[in-house]
């Protein structure tokens, strides 16, 4: 039973951590790079993609983004501009990088972007909730 409970504490842990930032964005932005940098060194059988004079923006954009989402976990206090830069160099790799690797990069770049510029802390969320909870008895009471 003791075993069963030591298992428990850091998946817990990581629950608790993970609620405190930007998690799913960040994730989604940074497998975008990955999925950016691996679509430049595609080979398809015969067919072979190359990087031709954008080699540099075919490296730089995908370490670019895969760096954002990093930053965006690890550093949520800075979620808004984390978040801004990912949406703009997400959108900036469509013609960078080969059609933003292949649009499937490109749209988990942006939804990761907007995920992250979205995202509230807990103690943001909770008076928020508080807010619209006082508005809604609010209107009720002037509906009697």
């Not at 975008?32 to 954008?54: A, K, N, P, R, W």
């Not at 801004?84 to 059609?99: D, E, K, P, R, T």
């Not at 972007?113 to 209107?139: D, F, H, L, N, Y």
Request: glycine share 12%; hydrophobic share 50%; charged share 15%.
């Amino acid at each position: 039973m003791t075993s069963r409970r030591a298992a428990r504490r850091p998946l817990r842990r990581f629950s608790a951590w993970r609620r405190e930032r930007p998690f799913v964005g960040g994730l989604l932005v940074a497998i975008s790079g990955v999925e950016m940098f691996f679509s430049g060194q595609l080979d398809l059988g015969h067919l072979h993609v190359q990087m031709g004079i954008e080699g540099m923006q075919a490296t730089l954009i995908p370490v670019a983004l895969l760096l954002l989402g990093i930053l965006s976990i690890t550093m949520p206090a800075h979620h808004v501009f984390y978040g801004v830069l990912s949406l703009a160099v997400g959108l900036y790799a469509l013609i960078g990088v080969n059609l933003g690797g292949f649009l499937l990069g490109t749209i988990l770049a942006c939804v990761g972007g907007v995920i992250v510029v979205a995202w509230m802390t807990p103690e943001a969320r909770a008076a928020s909730k508080a807010r619209s909870a006082a508005r809604q008895e609010e209107s009720q009471e002037a509906a009697e």
